[in-house]
């Protein structure tokens, strides 16, 4: 193949790759964790999103579990995320205006993440949260409490993966072979500032 027909070649994949993956995110959502701003995060192993149990109409009441769910496009399945202290983040969902938070704090397998008042940037560990790229796959990232050794995770208390409406977020802490895990493993889907 000569130079021209290379470079030709080359420009229309770019333009068909651009055009996929405008479709397949709806237009202007970018599908990978850019910093702060408003996204709907979807587990890699259910492909439900994350969302804070409004049953009840509870959804502003401190303690409401974090789970996973089916997409509808409410409040309490779309996250702000804020920047904090040392490179980490506060989590807040956009239906309660509170932050995630690791509950008991130690972080420790198996502990719950639950919404809780937001105290002050720096102010309190159990809300802070790194979030990085997991190695070898580009658009895809983990959730790791800010000091901890866990990640949040969808596998259920038993230790298998969980893939049903409801099933609580947990932390798991064999899950620091993020590359290796699916249930540790989460796509940021960016749809706001």
Known sequence: MNTRAYAISRAALAVAAAMAASLSLGGEARAQFTGPGVY???????RKVLDLDNSWWRDGVAGMPLIQWDPHGGTNQRFRIVADVGGSFTIRPLHSGQCLEVRPATGADGADIQQSPCRPAGGNAAQRFLIGPVLFLQRLNYIQPAGSRTALSTRSPSGGDAHHNGARILLSAYSLDHWRL??????FTRIGP
């Open 40 to 46: 709907v995060i979807t587990s890699a192993s259910s």
């Open 182 to 187: 699916v249930n540790t493993q989460f796509q």
